[in-house]
């Protein structure tokens, strides 16, 4: 087991960017919001941690914008949950938000390490 040497990130995200993980996430299969949080937590080597007071707006604006629809079921351990897919719109808004995500990300890249270019 490797040891961690990163702080997990408590903050505000950008503007858009859990929006774009939770797409991702859906892009996989249905979920419901505990399973969608451990899966991005998880993914990032537990740096990015996920609270329930962001998750849970961001899941009804993607439901809002179309991006993702909910319907009831049941976990694992035989309780009720609102369960979230992705939408065919949504997985067009998850093409370009990557596109667009990683375009910022060479952008900064370019101002933090000029040389490298």
């Known amino acids: 087991m490797r040891k961690r040497t990163e702080e997990p990130f408590h903050?505000?995200?950008?503007?858009g960017t859990l929006d774009m993980l939770v797409l991702k996430t859906l892009a996989s299969g249905p979920a419901h919001g505990h399973t969608?949080?451990?899966?991005?937590?998880?993914g990032s080597g537990e740096f990015l941690q996920v609270e329930?007071?962001?998750?849970?707006?961001?899941?009804?604006?993607?439901?809002?914008?179309?991006?993702?629809a909910s319907f009831w079921g049941t976990t694992e351990n035989n309780r009720k949950a609102k369960y979230y897919r992705l939408t065919p719109a949504g997985r067009?808004?998850?093409?370009?938000q990557t596109g667009h995500w990683e375009q910022m990300v060479?952008?900064?890249?370019?101002?933090l390490d000029p040389a490298s270019e």
Not at 11 to 15: F, I, K, P, V, Y
Not at 36 to 42: L, P, S, T, Y
Not at 106 to 111: D, F, L, S
């Open 106 to 111: 060479r952008a900064i890249g370019r101002i």
């Open 11 to 15: 903050g505000e995200m950008l503007q």
């Open 36 to 42: 969608i949080a451990k899966v991005i937590e998880r």
């Open 52 to 68: 329930q007071g962001s998750l849970y707006p961001a899941l009804y604006r993607l439901e809002e914008r179309g991006w993702a």
């Open 92 to 96: 067009k808004q998850l093409i370009q």
